[in-house]
């Protein structure tokens, strides 16, 4: 799977040269009103491609299902994916077929390299975010990243539904003092062997700290925001990557001679006492593991002191989907004011919500105020700045070159 990851931008290259696809739009913008929409999605199943790692998360996904065949008779089908870049394998294969329709993909939750790779190559519906009725509830203004995916505009070809930022997990009962930086991070497993780790790329999370130590320690971070032109370039920003990760393994969990599959993975290190510190993209995480059992009391919460990346996930729709009326019904309903409330609930999942509160009514906005802050759940402001996702061709080289360097 991850020789794949590596390949799947060389196999998008090729199949955008040889149908002329590169840089154009698969479909005509989504006029259709809402009414006649919601009107042909009824009776259709939806086959949601989405990451399947996290039993919080498949639950909050079978919700979604039972609230969509209620209100709009939409069947969901959660197709659970290891990686992404499977279900946009498939789409790429498909086109390859010259199976323009019907397709086996109606949904995918997506973004980064993977949106980038089937934008690039005319592979998503739409434009389609403004027929969808809760799309003008985003908060774009203080989210900017609802329009920009890793430094590429959505434009219309893929709908935000939850906010992510890089934090730190850790048990107060163990750690006295956490880190401030990347640097003193290796300081801590220096002092602290063996208890911290990171789970293994191209998991989202363990790419995510990839970034997170490559922007830190970049000496132009702003350079990052650009594609990659060759490998030269690659080689010369990310020395201190390799750098940091070649100190810093030795004194990880089990010798750095093996990683964690998954943040699941990781965050059951931490609840068994392995480690002590854990990666994490939802604020919330801490608060919704205590409460549904799944880390001790004594969890909390910090972050870096110059920030950590932050950024939306999104959910697009392939050029072929065989049910694109129920595909916007889903794509809607996750932005709607119960729906992000529900996710945002730490008790549930505890994802943030991408909707901004003033464009809510008064009794959307309670769903909202009434939800439990969370023991180990920090407050906004203390979450400190947002760093800019790098360019999506960044991680693309940087995860090939980590199995190259560290996979065993």
Partial sequence: ???????????????ATSLGLAGKDAAAAEQRPWAEIADAANGQTVYWNAWGGDE??????AWVGERVWDDYGVMLRHVKLADTADAVSRVLAERAAGKTADGSIDLIWINGENFATMKDNALLYGPFTEALPNFQ??????????????TVPTEGLEAPWGMAKLNFIYDSARVA?????????????RANPGRFTYPTPPDFLGST??????????PDPAFLQQAVVDDSQVEQVARPLWEFLDALHPHLWRGGETFPASGPAQRQLLDDGEVDITLSFYPSE???????????ETARTFVLDRGTIGNTHFVAIPFNASAAEGALVVANFLMSAEAQ????????????????MAKLDPAERKRFEDLPAGVATLAPEDLGPTLLEPH????????????RRYAR
């Avoid at 203004?141 to 995916?149: A, I, N």
């Avoid at 409330?341 to 901004?356: H, I, S």
């Fill in 1 to 15: 799977m991850r020789r794949r990851i590596a390949l799947l931008p060389l196999l998008a290259a090729a199949l």
């Fill in 56 to 61: 919080r998360i498949n639950a909050y996904i």
């Fill in 137 to 150: 509830l985003v908060d774009f203004e203080d989210k900017p990243s609802t329009l920009v995916d890793f």
């Fill in 177 to 189: 003092e956490t880190p401030g930086s990347i640097p003193a991070l290796l300081d801590w497993a």
């Fill in 209 to 218: 700290f990839l970034k997170q130590v490559l922007i830190e320690l970049a």
């Fill in 286 to 296: 801490a608060s919704s593991a205590i409460a549904n059992g799944l880390l001790p």
């Fill in 341 to 356: 409330a529900e996710k945002q609930n730490p008790e549930v999942w505890g994802d943030d919500t991408v909707l901004a």
């Fill in 392 to 403: 999506p061709s960044w991680m693309v080289r940087i995860e090939a070159e980590w199995q």
